[in-house]
């Protein structure tokens, strides 16, 4: 068992099947020794849709819980790239975050936390990265969160 699944037991999450597309693209690829994830959208532990607006329907702190589904999703699409072996992933490099927010809600980066956070405690050190926090009138069927990511991996 990986560090990562280590510590994702301990954190008490099971990491559900990788999503498939939903149009014409791939889920992630794989260039050299990064991995590129397509945005993950918030999903609640069902796999239903988290829909909402932050600053309308949705405060922050449910924003960010629907921030870490996307990193759940974002690290369940990063098993699949790996073959199923976590053991292979050296770090997260990079997310991108969207946030369905009003024009005057001003706190995405806080929303986002909630998946800088979940990296950081599933995998240490390794979890750090460089980020975006932005909003966004609208996302694909209403969610409230769609993350991308970069990892780098052996």
Known sequence: MSTIETRLTALGVTLPDAQPPAANYVPFVQVGNQVYI????????????????????????????????????????????????????????????FVNSTPDFVDQPKVINGASDFLVAAMGESGRHARSAVSAVALPLGVAVEIEAIFEVI
Do not use: H
């Open 38 to 97: 397509s945005g993950q959208i918030s999903r609640d532990a069902s796999g239903g849709l988290i829909i909402g607006k932050l600053g309308a329907t949705m405060d922050t702190a449910q924003g960010a819980q629907a921030a870490k589904t996307c990193a759940i999703a974002l690290l369940a699409q990063l098993k699949a790239a790996c073959g199923g072996d976590l053991g292979r992933v050296v770090r997260a490099v990079k997310l991108v975050g």
